[in-house]
């Protein structure tokens, strides 16, 4: 059994920032990459941000420079820093593990999602 659970959303000013935490447990052979996703209303689910296992990130256009994704010396939490926000940032933010379970078995894992609300 794996699981992701996320914390760290809320509703902030625009202008402000949040920092979204992710953590990886369960029966988890490596990680490949863990991705930052969300949803807004009415929207397609968007990728936000990669960190890959070596350590190499990508950020969708819309976030560069503002949002940062890195991760503690285990791997197994993952972060969001987002600076910046702005109202066009709202949307439910959902955590991804691209994982292995055993040594041939990958498979997507996904977070419950937490409410990131940008407004004055």
């Known amino acids: 059994q794996v699981q992701l659970v996320e914390s760290g959303g809320g509703l902030v000013q625009p202008g402000g920032s949040l920092r979204l935490s992710c953590t990886v447990s369960g029966n988890i052979f490596s990680i490949y990459a863990m991705n930052w996703y969300r949803q807004a209303p009415g929207k397609q689910r968007e990728l936000v941000a990669t960190?890959?296992?070596?350590?190499?990130?990508n950020y969708t256009d819309s976030v560069k420079g503002r949002f940062t994704i890195s991760r503690d010396n285990t791997r197994t939490t993952v972060y969001l820093q987002m600076n910046s926000l702005k109202p066009e940032d709202t949307a439910v933010y959902y955590c991804?593990?691209?994982?292995?379970?055993?040594?041939?078995?990958?498979?997507?894992?996904w977070g419950q999602g937490t409410q990131v609300t940008v407004s004055s």
């Open positions: 960190i890959t296992a070596g350590g190499s990130t």
């Open positions: 991804n593990a691209d994982a292995f379970v055993d040594s041939y078995s990958r498979h997507n894992f």
